[in-house]
């Protein structure tokens, strides 16, 4: 059988020889462009050419086989769709893939081109209404009528390459403590790094067998912390010793098939009440008395049966109001003092699964929700109506598998509680690389205050935490772990350290306490990795580039 190909400006073809007289030469059929072998050189066409001479003198007619383009998404002949290069092309037979909305591409939509297209804020509240008078004079006490210019960590500080041997699922810093971050990853493994001193972590692989999804400190015992498995169990570990005890396991019986196994996602801890909340992928709510560490209680029902429950937040201020979210497409308020299956205070309807919702951080009054609807919906007060947000922010974050899920989260420090900083899952073309930015919004009116990233990080970063006390962002890409600061805190800190940055590159096992586990390779991650250099420590020149761009308010 000989192969050649013919050179057209419309469709390219493919001439095959027959082998034998009974062969169908009728048919065409559409291939992509990258199935069909190519000569390699001037010498391989003519072999090929001589066999379909010899064919055709044996009375062998050739078959003709057409090729077309073919769009990965639809389909369809005639147009291509996906990433080529570090640009995304649209399919036009399908709606927008930023804002789900036909007539449009993702390159012109309205919302890439300015984040707060028809986004409006919300009237100012009619203070003369008594109850509003005060909400505004006790409720609202620390919220100053001015912003201050918001602090941005534009800058990679440290990090630590491969530093866990499957992607990040959450990070959580330490209470107390400003330089500790504690890491959980899918492989169930927990990281705790001084990214003070860059060298100085450890990676305990006892705790869970599976992804680890949240993880809360301890109220009472700032060394200890709880930790929600997809293998089903609540662990409470020591950061210094590294051992670790199961308060809550829901798969006692082990692996039954995949209709009866539990996985715990959402997991926080009211301390004024003294119980630990987990929620689990069958709609249920567990509760640990975090005093004595027993469970308290059944399960109750707070979402749809069999709903994956993702998330759980404690009010600051109202201690009994908890809001949950899940793949219902709903983000439920309830009352603690009377939790019951259908008896939620108010449901926050989405059009699709909620990755995240959370309260404000200093006066519990406002809502903030990721959806996979490629929305961020704000609501301005939880004591007005919550029939419809205040705010829907437009902004990418709806993806496939192989991708922790995105979440926005409040900037803890900023008194007017409106600074959100969520990871960007379009990428963006930098000098010809696809970046996927950090995204800081102001949640009052969808603006983009400043989108940040290093031309070193070529992988999603889904997982971004504000420190609570510091001007420092930690993100989780892949299997490594970024520290940002401010440019000038940076070099502030450098001079006086006298150090250039270092990011570590890990290849073996990080130093451990407590039980050792061996990484292997991560077959879904592994295309995430960066950094191919086989040196085991890289030190950056302190002035490293970087690409930071900010819109004024």
């Not at 591409?105 to 509240?125: A, E, G, N, W």
Request: proline letters at 6%.
């Amino acid at each position: 059988m000989g192969l050649t190909r013919n050179r057209r400006k419309k469709e390219p073809e493919i001439v095959i020889a027959r082998d034998t007289e009974s062969s169908s030469s009728e048919e065409e059929e559409e291939e992509d462009d990258d199935d069909y072998p190519l000569s390699e050189s001037e010498k391989g066409d003519e072999a090929v050419k001589i066999e379909l001479e010899k064919s055709k003198a044996k009375g062998k007619a050739p078959i003709t086989v057409k090729l077309k383009k073919v769009c990965k998404v639809c389909k369809q002949p005639g147009h291509e769709a996906g990433f080529k290069g570090a640009t995304y092309i649209d399919c036009p037979m399908k709606p927008c893939f930023l804002c789900k909305m036909p007539g449009h591409t993702t390159m012109s939509c309205p919302h890439r081109v300015v984040t707060d297209h028809r986004i409006l804020p919300t009237s100012h509240r009619n203070t003369k209404n008594p109850i509003d008078f005060v909400f505004m004079r006790q409720l609202q006490p620390r919220i100053p009528p001015i912003k201050p210019p918001y602090v941005i960590p534009d800058q990679v500080h440290c990090a630590v390459i491969r530093y866990h041997s499957r992607r990040v699922t959450c990070l959580e810093f330490h209470p107390t403590r400003n330089n500790i971050l504690l890491s959980g990853d899918k492989k169930g493994q927990i990281g705790v790094w001084d990214f003070a001193k860059v060298y100085e972590k450890s990676v305990y692989g006892n705790i869970h067998s599976v992804q680890v999804n949240n993880m809360r400190f301890s109220p009472t015992n700032d060394d200890m912390v709880y930790s929600a498995s997809s293998d089903g169990n609540i662990g409470y570990t020591d950061l210094e010793t590294g051992t670790s005890s199961t308060l809550l396991n829901l798969n006692p019986n082990g692996w039954q098939g995949p209709t009866t196994w539990k996985m715990l996602y959402g997991l926080d801890i009211n301390s004024d009440k003294g119980l630990v909340l987990a929620a689990d992928n069958f709609g249920l709510l567990h509760m640990i008395d975090h005093r004595s560490n027993n469970v308290t209680g059944e399960p109750i029902l707070i979402h749809k049966k069999g709903s994956k429950v993702v998330g759980l937040d404690c009010n600051p201020v109202h201690p009994e109001l908890l809001l949950s979210c899940g793949n219902d497409h709903f983000a439920r308020i309830w009352d603690m003092r009377k939790l019951q299956p259908g008896e939620s205070l108010n449901d926050l309807a989405h059009k699709r699964v909620v990755n995240s919702a959370y309260f404000s951080p200093s006066s519990g009054t406002k809502i903030l929700t990721t959806s996979q609807d490629n929305r961020i919906r704000v609501w301005d007060s939880i004591f007005g109506d919550l029939d419809s947000p205040s705010r829907e922010i437009v902004h990418s974050h709806d993806f496939n598998r192989h991708l922790t899920p995105f979440k926005a989260e409040w900037d803890p420090k900023d008194a007017s509680e409106s600074l959100i900083v969520v990871g960007r899952y379009i990428s963006e073309n930098y000098n010809g690389a696809a970046l996927h930015p950090i995204d800081f919004i102001d949640s009052s009116n969808g603006q983009l205050v400043a989108e940040v990233m290093d031309p070193n990080i070529t992988t999603i970063t889904p997982v971004n935490k504000l420190h609570p006390r510091d001007d420092v962002l930690a993100s989780g890409s892949s299997r490594s772990l970024f520290i940002w600061r401010p440019e000038e805190k940076t070099e502030m800190v450098e001079e006086k350290e006298k150090k250039e940055k270092k990011i570590v590159i890990c290849y073996g096992d990080s130093d451990k306490k407590g039980k050792k586990q061996k990484r292997g390779s991560d077959d879904e991650d592994e295309d995430d990795d960066m950094f191919s250099s086989k040196g085991k420590n890289i030190k950056a020149k302190a002035k490293t580039t970087k690409s930071t761009r900010r819109t004024k308010a």
